[in-house]
């Protein structure tokens, strides 16, 4: 892999080619990286496994200092690949609050902005279109 980023770079067994890929993906790709699992009822109900987060979500912490709070995403960092949910702070020595990043893989999603019709849409297609192809899906 060059040093620039590569769209025909496909794989690799190292892991520093794996963290050069993520850290020199543009933003647009970047983005395929913010999925997170969804629970178990909506995956009942909708279909499919994981979803990109969006803001506006309700999701619930899974790992970490944070395990079981739940609250919306108020922003996420594309840059950084961390999401910021709201009641999720770390005190400051002197006293103030500040939004504490996480890892969209140590969440997972209990409720889902339906604003975009497409959102859901889109993967539900894409999950029939491997059921016709005869493919296993987990």
Do not use: C
Not at 50 to 59: A, P, Q
Request: glycine residues 8%; without cysteine.
């Amino acid at each position: 892999m060059k040093t620039a980023f590569s769209i025909q770079w496909l794989k690799s067994i190292q892991p520093r080619k794996q963290r050069k890929y993520g850290m020199n993906a543009p933003l647009h790709i970047r983005g395929n990286f913010l999925h997170a699992r969804l629970s178990k009822e909506l995956t009942t109900k909708h279909g499919i496994r994981s979803l990109r987060i969006r803001s506006g979500d309700k999701v619930t912490m899974m790992r970490g200092q944070f395990k079981g709070k739940s609250g919306l995403v108020e922003r996420i960092d594309l840059g950084r690949s961390r999401i910021y949910v709201a009641g999720v702070e770390t005190i400051k020595k002197e006293g103030g609050k500040v939004p504490y990043p996480i890892h969209p893989s140590n969440v997972s999603i209990i409720t889902i902005v339906t604003d975009d019709k497409k959102r859901l849409k889109n993967k539900t297609k894409i999950k029939e279109n491997k059921d016709q192809n005869g493919q296993t899906t987990p």
